[in-house]
Each structure stands twice: as structure tokens, then as C-alpha cells.
């Protein structure tokens, strides 16, 4: 991996049609991508997403994105797939164990108070099914 690599995090979105197509197949080989999927729903008979890192340099990232509006798939690039809402977070604590990567973890040993580090995210899923207060939610 050259200097110039970089990793973004995207969600496509697939309108009914396109979900046969093989899209990460083609980032692959012919955008020379390392694509790293989180989550996906792509079926036949509905609309379908993924969450995915892809891996390469900017130019790289930038053709694979291109191509893959050619199939009328909206990219989004906010990243934001799993949210915690502020306001809802009780800071309870109750989800830290149950993050994997420790995106939520205690920020302050006195206070107690969890903070949510997005970017260490992997879309597991797990605070959004076990928190008590419904505070995690999905964009998807
Ligand atoms: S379980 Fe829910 S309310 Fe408790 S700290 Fe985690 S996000 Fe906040
Ligand atoms: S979705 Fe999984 S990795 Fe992301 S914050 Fe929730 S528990 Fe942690």
C-alpha cells in the first residue's frame, strides 16, 4: 500500500433494478479498490444498501465512485451510519461492553460519561439492539 492511500467510508444505495449487478467485483478488479463491507440488504425484489470501506488512493476511490453512479446507485459519503442521539444517552454505560471496537467507550472515570467515537465504528449493531433508552439508532 503506497503513501497516497487513503479509506472512506460510503453507503450506496440500490435502486431495485441494480442489485444483480456485480459492482464490488468490478471495484475490485478493475478500480484496484480494497473494499471492506459492513453491512449490505441487496436483494432482488427490493431496494438495497451497502456499508462499505474502500481502500485506495484518491484517484482510485474517485473512479470506482463514478462508476458506480453509471448504475444509477446514489453514493453517500457522510459515514454516519450508526448515530447516537445526545439528548437520549443516559450514559448508563450498559452498551460499552458490548462494543467490539470500543467506539463507545467511558470517556471520564469520574463522570462517567460515554463517548461515541464514530470513526471506530464497524456497524455491528449491538448498542443499537441492547440500549435501554433507544439512543443508537441506524440511518439504515
Ligand atoms: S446503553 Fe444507551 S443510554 Fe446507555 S450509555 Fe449506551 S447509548 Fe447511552
Ligand atoms: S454499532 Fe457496534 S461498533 Fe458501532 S458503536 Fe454500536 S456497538 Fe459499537
Same mark, same amino acid.
Given at each position: 500500500? +503506497? ?29 484496484? =479498490?480494497?473494499? +471492506? ?14 456499508? =462499505? ?18 448504475? +444509477?446507485?446514489?453514493? +453517500? ?50 448498542? !443499537?439492539? !441492547? ?10
Amino acid at each position: 500500500m +503506497n503513501k497516497d492511500t487513503v479509506t472512506k467510508k460510503l453507503m450506496f444505495y440500490f435502486p431495485k433494478c441494480e442489485c444483480d449487478k456485480p459492482i464490488i467485483y468490478h471495484l475490485v478488479k478493475d478500480h484496484h =479498490l480494497i473494499v +471492506n463491507i459492513f453491512r449490505a440488504k441487496v436483494t432482488p425484489e427490493e431496494e438495497g444498501y451497502l456499508v =462499505l470501506d474502500v481502500t485506495g488512493t484518491e484517484a482510485a476511490i474517485q473512479g470506482g465512485i463514478d462508476f458506480v453512479k453509471t448504475f +444509477n446507485v446514489t453514493v +453517500n459519503y457522510s459515514g454516519k451510519g450508526v448515530i447516537r442521539d445526545e439528548e437520549r444517552c443516559s450514559h448508563c454505560g450498559y452498551c460499552v461492553p458490548y462494543c467490539p471496537p470500543r467506539a463507545l467507550k467511558i470517556e471520564d472515570s469520574v463522570t462517567r460519561k460515554i463517548a461515541y467515537n464514530e470513526s471506530e465504528c464497524i456497524e455491528c449493531l449491538a448498542c !443499537i439492539r !441492547i440500549c435501554p433508552y433507544g439512543a443508537c439508532t441506524s440511518a439504515f
